[in-house]
């Protein structure tokens, strides 16, 4: 059978509802709610560097209350965003009660431990009160035009006069280019899911560049990844790209600073 491997939990149909998939997320709560709308029967993401109060591994804990057995792959052994790397390279860092009752443990390949999962999936049966909407927030005291998103899935069209803050990670789906942002926004900030082997988390950096948005990532350890409030709140800027750097911005300092000077740089342009 072929393995059920896709580099967002985005990406997944849902005629795999009962199904044990890899999916290259970031582990977080937004990332349990889709999976737990899909109704999967397992579940390996990212661990996305761990980050601030565990939060690229909280989702673990969420599908463990649900009965939904989950496992996170290092960001350090494959790519946040590549399911194929995260199969083929990737080492179990993480793993819920619900799967190492099932065997699954802590230094395991993601390949054994998603044959594992699809062996004893559990499906979720019926609805899951605990579920959060779809977060979608404009921030009109900071500034026009800036829009605050818990996942990079979210970007709309309307968005494209829009500076957007995401809880996404900063890396490419399966290093493709294309899919850096699905519309011309104005400018797009990300977490670094702790940047990981080979910078992944971050590579949608330079794609941005070659698009001339300006965009960066906040640390994980400073903001909650999967929640683009905490982005926007708490996140510190790790890594800009040329054009950001071209209108202001720098490493180290807050996010809010980061908004509020690509704000008076949209202003200034328009």
């Known amino acids: 059978?072929?393995?059920?491997?896709?580099?967002?939990?985005?990406?997944?149909?849902?005629?795999?509802?009962?199904?044990?998939?890899?999916?290259?997320?970031?582990?977080?709560?937004?990332?349990?709610?889709?999976?737990?709308?899909?109704?999967?029967?397992?579940?390996?993401?990212?661990?996305?560097?761990?980050?601030?109060?565990?939060?690229?591994?909280?989702?673990?804990?969420?599908?463990?209350?649900?009965?939904?057995?989950?496992?996170?792959?290092?960001?350090?052994?494959?790519?946040?965003?590549?399911?194929?790397?995260?199969?083929?390279?990737?080492?179990?860092?993480?793993?819920?009660?619900t799967a190492r009752s099932i065997g699954i443990k802590g230094g395991m390949g993601a390949r054994e431990a998603l044959a594992m999962l699809s062996q004893d999936p559990q499906e979720l049966v019926g609805p899951t009160p605990e579920l959060n909407g779809d977060h979608r927030e404009v921030r009109e005291t900071i500034g026009s035009g800036v829009v605050v998103i818990n996942s990079n899935s979210m970007v709309a069209s309307s968005d494209e006069s829009s500076i957007v803050v995401t809880g996404?990670?900063?890396?490419?789906?399966?290093?493709?280019?294309?899919?850096?942002?699905?519309?011309?926004?104005?400018?797009?900030?990300?977490?670094?899911?702790?940047?990981?082997?080979?910078?992944?988390g971050y590579s949608r950096l330079p794609a941005l560049d070659v698009q001339s948005i300006p965009a960066a990532t906040v640390s994980t350890w400073s903001a909650r990844i999967g929640d683009g409030r905490s982005t926007l709140d708490d996140g510190y800027v790790t890594h800009i790209n040329a054009c950001a750097e071209a209108v202001g911005a720098e490493i180290g300092i807050s996010c809010k600073e980061l908004v509020a000077r690509l704000v008076e740089w949209k202003q200034k342009r328009s």
């Not at 397992?42 to 209350?65: C, K, M, P, T």
């Not at 789906?173 to 992944?200: F, Q, S």
């Open 1 to 97: 059978m072929k393995p059920l491997c896709f580099d967002s939990v985005t990406l997944v149909p849902p005629t795999l509802r009962g199904k044990a998939v890899l999916a290259a997320s970031h582990g977080g709560t937004y990332v349990a709610d889709v999976a737990l709308r899909l109704g999967l029967g397992g579940l390996i993401v990212s661990d996305a560097g761990i980050g601030r109060e565990r939060a690229g591994v909280a989702g673990l804990d969420r599908l463990e209350r649900h009965g939904v057995p989950a496992a996170a792959v290092s960001v350090h052994s494959a790519p946040i965003g590549d399911g194929s790397a995260c199969f083929m390279r990737g080492v179990i860092s993480v793993v819920n009660g």
């Open 168 to 200: 996404s990670h900063g890396g490419l789906l399966g290093g493709r280019a294309d899919t850096a942002v699905k519309w011309p926004v104005v400018a797009a900030i990300y977490n670094d899911a702790g940047g990981g082997i080979d910078g992944a």
